[in-house]
C-alpha cells in the first residue's frame, strides 16, 4: 500500500494555504478552529471550485449543524467521540467516490460514457455509431452506475452523491431510474437492476 503524506493546519486560514500550494487528496477538519471554523472554510473552498473530499469531524451533533455542514458542502460528517477505524473507513469511501467522480469516461460492451458533453455513443451495427444526449442528472446517474458495473449503490448513496439530499425523498430518484429504464430498454449492452430494498446497480447484457 502507497505511504500517504499528512499536512496538518490549526485553523481555516492555514489550510487554505496548504491547500493552495500543494494537491490535497482528502480533507479531514474540525468546524471548531481559531480563525476561520470549518463550515466557513469549506464553504469557501466549494465557491472557488475546489472538490478536495471533506470530512467533518466535529462534537457539534444537532441535525442544524449537520444540515450547514453538508449545505457548505462537505462529503460525510462525523460526531465525537469517533471510532478511528470507521473513520480510516469513511476517508477510503471519499477517495474511491472521487476518483470514480475523476473519470471522464466509462464503457459497458460498445456503450460509451462521456461526462465532458453528457453523452452516449452505441454502436448499431455495421459501423453506425449513434450520439444519445442526457438531461443533467439522468447523465450523472447513468454514469455513476455505468462506472462501476454490478457494484450496488443505495438509494441514501445515490441521492447523496447526484442530488446532495440526505436521502429521505427517493421519488425523484425512483423517476429518473424509470425514466432511463424507458429510454434504453432495447439498449444491447446494460440494463439497470433494482436490488430489493437497497438501491441499484448497473450490468453488462449477454450478447447473444
Known amino acids: 500500500m502507497a505511504t500517504r503524506r499528512i499536512r496538518t493546519a490549526e485553523d481555516g486560514d492555514t489550510a487554505l494555504d496548504v491547500l493552495s500550494s500543494a494537491p490535497i487528496d482528502a480533507i ?8 476561520m471554523d470549518g463550515f466557513t472554510m469549506i464553504g469557501l473552498l466549494r465557491q472557488m471550485g475546489n472538490m478536495t473530499p471533506t470530512l467533518i469531524i466535529t462534537a457539534q451533533d444537532s441535525m442544524a449543524d449537520k444540515k450547514t455542514g453538508f449545505q457548505k458542502g462537505t462529503d460525510d460528517y462525523m460526531v465525537k467521540p469517533i471510532n478511528v477505524n470507521e473513520m480510516v473507513w469513511r476517508v477510503e469511501a471519499l ?6 467522480g475523476m473519470q471522464h469516461r466509462s464503457r459497458i460492451g460498445n456503450t460509451e460514457f462521456d461526462a465532458d458533453t453528457l453523452s452516449m455513443h452505441t454502436e448499431q451495427g455495421k459501423g453506425n455509431i449513434a450520439e444519445i444526449q442526457l438531461p443533467l442528472k439522468e447523465f450523472q446517474l447513468l454514469f455513476k452506475l455505468a462506472s462501476s458495473p454490478k457494484r450496488f449503490f443505495t438509494r441514501r448513496q445515490i441521492m447523496e452523491d447526484i442530488w446532495e439530499s440526505d436521502g429521505s425523498d427517493t421519488h425523484t430518484l425512483g423517476v429518473h431510474i424509470s425514466r432511463l429504464r424507458e429510454r434504453f430498454r432495447n439498449n444491447p449492452d446494460f440494463e439497470i437492476v433494482t436490488i430489493r430494498g437497497l438501491g441499484y446497480k448497473a450490468v453488462q447484457r449477454e450478447r447473444a
Open 95 to 100: 477517495l474511491r467516490r472521487s476518483r470514480i
Open 28 to 35: 479531514v477538519c474540525d468546524v471548531m478552529m481559531p480563525r
